[in-house]
């Protein structure tokens, strides 16, 4: 039994009698000097639970439960208030009408906020330290209301004293041989550093999930918790990026049993949030159940068929200097049990050291001198002849005067040559939540290839402009004669005169354009909404339900229109239209808007 000082059971009656902060847990195991043993399970005759509606900032509301235990200490009620470690570990303090109303006991905070006999809204105020947001306090405001209808006796028992919570540490459950297509319903788990229940993640989505099973491919369909949608525009698994719509994320996964590296995009401007939070992502396994996918009939061997083949340069529609010269045009493709076998000619294989494909075996058929050359052939097992597939050729060559050692990086498809998906080039783009814009607009030409693509900073009237045109392709006659845009590139001053002549973009002045300010969100509004009257959209009539709405009939009307296009959106009720239009709102803009654009030709 564990003993307690004259002290410090002096000091424990105190805080009961005047402050009432130590929770009901330590009033059971305290009161009347009687000590609960660790690890005993103890029942408090006198609980209840109640419920009560929160009233609290957008977003702390879903961190606060709407039941708590209501407690009697001393002829005064209270109510246990029962917040998650994460959000605990972020409350400085707890006040209610000034006094004190959280306590720290067995090392874990406690907060009881005292309810009146009529059970009126009690004004809470909890001073919180959100890293994440500044490293200063700040005061959040919280009412309660409690409901003395939803009052009834609480008949679960109470944890144990300082009970240790088991920890639930991943290991690899059930595996599966093959799976039959279909959908199926599977529960799935968030884990820290391999350890589950990762609230800090699944608070942001539904447990139960789907499987989607394929050809042999798996799929997770995740659901994002109401509360959250409109803070989680995408989520990461297995180096998969999907942006949600409606609140659902698809991504494929290369296995079912595995722990796999993921994470959840949360976007809260409100917060001046925006930030990939890590998390391992693991199917329970467990007491799953998948029927076994029937074994396929063998295709019927077939004779060798001819087939072009085409070499993509890395990461672009370009032909690389490999096809032809290096490596034939056509390959001899032959079906097997397993897939096919391709055979690939390499017409001058006395400067080939290595030839390497990535997702298939590559092995030499065959080696012939042909005059000076050496003709090789390679064979290729691949499973399927629909993919393209990432290929690395060694050579060194040392002809005519020519001498060079290099690996080339290249893609192979077989067959009529199709467009190559390409990724931009970015590196600061991979958990932006209109990644697939910009990727989408750089395929197109509108972006040109960088290191970083900035997706935070501002965008000038110059560049917007700029942007503009590369997805128009306007030539219009100059109209305009703008003294301050001299300076800018041939590309730049064409943009700027050509919209400028069409109407969508008009200057500060007669002779200024004022190239390098900012543009405004309003100011994109009007300049996409005019393009699109231009090209025979008729207005509805729409208004939106923005609380910011600008005074300006254009731009109010602009606004509402491209709002229910799905060509701009707002946040919170707000669309804020003097703040300045970032790059990565005006890729999500740009991409849209020729969407928008193509179906009005139709």
Do not use: C
């Amino acid at each position: 039994m564990v003993k307690k000082s004259k002290a410090t059971k002096a000091v424990l009656a105190s805080l009961l009698a005047t402050s009432a902060i130590v929770p009901a847990m330590a009033v059971s195991a305290e009161v009347g000097g009687e000590t609960t043993r660790t690890g005993e399970a103890t029942t408090t005759a006198a609980a209840k639970t109640i419920d009560f509606k929160v009233d609290a900032p957008e977003s702390l509301q879903r961190f606060i439960p709407t039941t708590g235990k209501l407690v009697e200490r001393n002829g005064q009620q209270f109510i246990n208030l029962e917040l998650s470690d994460a959000v605990l570990g972020m409350v400085n303090s707890v006040t209610v009408a000034g006094q004190p109303a959280m306590a720290e006991f067995n090392g874990k905070k406690h907060i009881n906020i005292p309810v009146t006999a009529d059970y009126a809204p009690v004004e809470v105020t909890l001073n919180m330290t959100i890293t994440f947001v500044g490293k200063d306090p700040v005061d959040y405001k919280v009412t309660l209301t409690p409901d003395a209808k939803s009052i009834k006796e609480a008949t679960e028992t109470t944890k144990p004293v300082e009970e240790a919570k088991e920890e639930k540490i991943f290991k690899v459950g059930k595996t599966f041989d093959s799976v039959a297509d279909g959908t199926y319903d599977i529960k799935w788990d968030a884990y820290k550093d391999k350890v589950g229940n990762y609230k800090a993640i699944t608070s942001h989505f539904s447990p139960d999930a789907k499987l989607i099973v394929k050809d042999g491919k798996y799929s997770v369909q995740l659901t994002i918790t109401e509360d959250s949608k409109a803070m989680v525009p995408d989520v990461t698994i297995a180096g998969k990026n999907v942006v949600a719509k409606d609140g659902i994320v698809t991504l494929e996964i290369p296995s079912i049993s595995d722990l796999h590296e993921a994470s959840v995009h949360v976007v809260v401007p409100a917060m001046n949030m925006d930030k990939p939070y890590p998390f391992g992502f693991a199917i329970e396994t467990a007491n799953l159940e998948l029927p076994k996918a029937e074994a396929a009939p063998a295709p019927a061997p077939v004779e060798a068929t001819k087939m072009p083949v085409t070499v993509f340069k890395d990461g672009t529609k370009e032909q690389s200097i490999m096809q032809g010269t290096y490596l034939a045009n056509e390959v001899m493709v032959t079906s097997t049990e397993g897939g096919y076998d391709v055979d690939v000619t390499f017409p001058q294989g006395q400067w080939l050291n290595d030839f390497k494909v990535e997702g298939a075996t590559v092995a030499l058929k065959s080696e012939e001198t042909v005059g000076k050359n050496t003709v090789q052939i390679y064979t290729i097992s691949l499973k399927d002849i629909n993919e393209i597939y990432n290929a690395t050729v060694d050579l060194t060559v040392d002809a005519a005067g020519v001498k060079y050692d290099s690996v080339h990086k290249v893609q192979l498809q077989f067959g009529e040559k199709k467009p190559v998906p390409v990724a931009a080039p970015f590196k600061d783009i991979a958990n932006n939540g209109n990644k697939d814009a910009i990727v989408n607009l750089f395929n197109k030409g509108i972006f040109i290839a960088a290191d970083n693509f900035n997706p935070g900073n501002n965008v000038t009237r110059a560049q917007f402009a700029l942007m503009l045109n590369r997805a128009l392709k306007l030539d219009v006659p100059a109209k305009a004669a703008f003294t301050d845009i001299v300076k800018y590139g041939d590309e730049a001053k064409k943009a700027i005169n050509a919209l400028n002549g069409y109407g969508i973009i008009n200057g500060k002045t007669a002779t200024t354009f004022a190239p390098a300010q900012d543009v405004t969100r309003k100011q994109a509004a009007l300049m996409i909404y005019r393009l699109l009257e231009k090209n025979g959209y008729t207005a509805t009539g729409d208004t939106a339900k923005f609380s910011d709405m600008p005074k300006e009939v254009e731009a109010s009307k602009a606004i509402s229109e491209l709002n229910k296009l799905g060509i701009i959106s707002g946040f919170e009720g707000k669309f804020n239209p003097e703040n300045k239009l970032t790059r990565s709102q005006m890729a999500k803009i740009l991409n849209n808007t020729l969407t928008v654009v193509e179906g009005l030709k139709k």
